[in-house]
C-alpha cells in the first residue's frame, strides 16, 4: 500500500447535527494523520465545480444548493491506503446500504443527507485537495505514534 491523501469533507447535515468530532475521531484513531483541516461556507460555484462529475445527475441542482446551506468541515488526512479506506470507512452512498460501523452506516438515513464526502480515487483526492485548499494550507508534520502504526 502506498501513502495517499484524501480529501474529507463533512458535509452541512453533519455539521448541524453535531457530529464533526465523531466524524474526525475515526480518521484519527484508524492512524491517519491530519494534513489540513478548515471550517468554512463554500459557494455554489466551488461546489459545482466540486461536483462536476455528476453535473447531468437529475439531483445536482439540489445537492449543489443542499451543500451550500450550511458551513462544512475541509480535511485531508494521509496514510497508507487512505483513499480506500476513507471510502469502507463512510460505507455506501446511500445510508440504507452502509453497514453498521461506517459513519453512514452508523449516523444517518437518506442519500442525500449522509453526512460525509470522501474521495474515490487517488486522482479524484488529487484534483479535491488542489480545489478546496492552497499548498501551503498542508501542513508537514510527523506524529510521534507514526511508528507504532507503521511496522
Ligand atoms: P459518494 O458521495 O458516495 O461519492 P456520489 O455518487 O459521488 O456518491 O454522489 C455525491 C453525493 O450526491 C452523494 O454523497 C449524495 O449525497 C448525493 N447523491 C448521490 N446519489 C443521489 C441520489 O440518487 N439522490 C439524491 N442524492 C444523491
Ligand atoms: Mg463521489
Redesign the pocket.
Known sequence: MTTERTYIMIKPDGVQRGLMGDIIKRFEQKGFKMVAMKFMQPSEKLLSEH?AD?SKKP?FPG?VKFMATSPVCCMVWEGQGAVATGRQMLGE?DPAKSKPGTIRGDFCIH??R?IC?GS?SVESANKEIALWFKPEELVDWTPTEQQWIYE
Do not use: C, E, S
Request: charged share 10%.
Open positions: 461536483y455528476l439531483f445537492l452512498t442519500i442525500g449522509n464526502h474515490d
